[in-house]
């Protein structure tokens, strides 16, 4: 037996979020917060299945609340951590330090170049057919692609925060991603059921 076996018995109990959970990847810990509630002898699908029967609607309420209590903690976890970041962002922005203003930018120019140096070594030892050199950089060429893979890889992470950076400077606030979608969607839930 499964946690996501019990998920609809107990939506049907009148915990529709607690039993969502138990369907989906956090179904362990739903199934921990309700084994606690119905007083299960262990925290498995089991022995939570052999006392939902008996469980008094208030205990059903009781996890259900308890889940959403976990939720809105991770959700001011997530909030928190995500405020911290948008003020670090913020504090560089506003840096007068050159050498934060003008590292990245460095960067991506030493990259151009190194690659563009490399192109031209190629270049001269296909013209010339020196063959000793291009079967040097033959052999090189898994240590060159990882290099340039972790290289490149960098000047991507870049590219996306200094467009975080420009956004957060132009509207105040940052495009925060999935996560921060999903922290506002359940902060926007929690002020819903306040009103």
């Not at 259900?64 to 928190?80: F, G, M, S």
């Not at 970041?85 to 120019?109: G, H, L, N």
């Not at 509207?171 to 925060?176: A, L, N, P, V």
Request: proline content about 4%; aromatic content about 8%; hydrophobic content about 45%.
């Amino acid at each position: 037996m499964d946690w996501s076996d019990l998920a609809k018995q107990v939506i049907a109990l009148g915990a529709p979020m607690l039993g969502s959970a138990l369907g989906g990847p956090l179904g362990g810990a739903a199934g921990q917060i309700l084994s606690e509630v119905v007083g299960a002898a262990q925290p498995t699908p089991t022995a939570v299945q052999t006392c939902l029967p008996s469980a008094s609607p208030d205990k059903i309420a009781e996890a259900e609340a308890r889940w959403c209590d976990a939720l809105r903690a991770e959700a001011e976890t997530q909030r928190t951590a995500i405020a911290e970041t948008q003020a670090t962002i913020r504090a560089e922005i506003a840096s007068s330090d050159p050498v934060q203003r003008w590292w990245r930018p460095a960067y991506a120019w030493e990259l151009t170049l190194e690659c563009a140096a490399l192109w031209a070594v190629l270049v001269h030892e296909f013209w010339t057919g020196d063959v000793q050199t291009i079967n040097a950089l033959t052999g090189a060429t898994a240590l060159l692609v990882a290099y340039w893979g972790f290289r490149f890889g960098v000047l991507g992470v870049y590219i996306s925060g200094r467009t975080r950076e420009k956004v957060s400077a132009a509207t105040g606030q940052d495009g925060s991603g999935v996560i921060g979608e999903l922290v506002k969607a359940v902060a926007g839930k929690t002020l819903v059921k306040k009103k």
